[in-house]
């Protein structure tokens, strides 16, 4: 697991996020989740627009640029929607709840850090 890092403000934004880097974890991502804490997401590298079919709860949604900036951002998507962000190059699925939990602005530069001590 990873902590999502706001390197702008110097606040984790959340503590246990894993990375879509494979075929099998794009696919997946959080269905079939009962429960996504605020603190919980995944990245997804090279997206730019994602959905919740499938989804069993609404997600908070952050789209960032080339450079990690965020560029958009979307709090509480309801299931069976499909949100995206033309020029995006990664996608974060937080808990609903993360983005009204901490101030995350357009130009912020979004980091993971790996969580080992």
Known sequence: MMRLVNHTTG?????????????WRRMLGLLFRDNVKPDEGVWFPNCSTIHLFGMRVPLDVIFLDQDARVVRTHPH????RIVGCRGARSTI???TGALSQHDVLIGDRLVLEDDAP
């Open 77 to 80: 998507v309801e299931r069976h």
């Open 11 to 23: 606040s984790t934004i959340a503590e246990r996020v894993t990375v879509a880097n494979t075929t």
């Open 93 to 95: 699925e937080l808990g």
